[in-house]
């Protein structure tokens, strides 16, 4: 069936350090992808999206990557600062169809 | 402007209540949607609005119903609660369906007992 998950629930960094954050789908007919981050007691909010007629898109300090060969995707944060602490969600939409969140990853700056 | 708003901001229902929850967005959106999102669980679609006039089920529609009653606003509502409906329940809207990004508002924090 269709799924969007994430490698690791929770990550951990140091403040200064570049964050990866990874997400893996299963619906090849995918044809949109975002990214939203979800501070506690609040909605998700928009980072980044990405369509797969792209590879990459660069945003301010974040970047998405897009693999539809082995249909993964991926977000990297540069210089993590403390107000990134958050969870991030990885969304896809089938072509037509439904917006599909992942679990998300808990992302933990250090300072 | 305001965005998204959601009310109530939380709520206590005893099982088998029913309640309405409110959401207006003021961005002039086409498409707005219903999710649910529960603990270590990403966000489920319950019922969406592509446009005004329509409105189609999500992924987790039982027990809920839906109603766009304008162009701003899109309640949802619970006609018997049950203690599975325990959630934090949010509202989005968006340009268009699905392919553009989504605002959410601050949701609300229903507990059913």
């Known amino acids: 069936g269709e799924s969007v998950g994430l490698h690791l629930p929770t990550l951990s960094v140091q403040e200064g350090d570049n964050s990866i954050i990874n997400c893996a789908y299963s619906n090849s007919a995918s044809d949109y992808f975002i990214w939203y981050k979800q501070e506690s007691g609040k909605g998700p909010q928009f980072i980044i999206d990405?369509?797969?007629?792209?590879d990459k898109r660069q945003g301010q300090r974040v970047t998405v990557l897009l693999n539809k060969t082995v249909k993964h995707l991926s977000l990297q944060i540069a210089a993590t600062q403390p107000g990134d602490s958050a969870v991030y969600f990885c969304?896809?939409?089938?072509?037509?169809?439904?917006?599909?969140f992942g679990q998300g990853t808990e992302l933990s700056v250090k300072p | 402007n305001a965005g998204v708003t959601q009310t109530p901001k939380f709520q206590v229902l005893k099982t088998g209540q029913s309640m309405t929850l409110q959401c207006a967005q003021d961005m002039n959106h086409n498409s707005m949607y219903w999710y649910r999102q529960d603990p270590g669980m990403g966000l489920r679609l319950i019922y969406y609005s592509a446009s005004e006039g329509t409105t189609d089920k999500g992924e987790v529609p039982n027990g809920y119903n839906v109603s766009r009653l304008n162009k701003r606003e899109f309640s949802l509502r619970l006609e018997s609660a049950a203690p599975s409906q325990t959630s934090v329940y949010f509202c989005a809207s968006s340009e268009g369906p699905f392919n553009y990004g989504y605002t959410f508002g601050s949701g609300t924090r229903l507990t059913v007992v």
């Open positions: 969304a896809e939409n089938m072509a037509g169809g439904k917006l599909i």
């Open positions: 990405i369509r797969s007629n792209m």
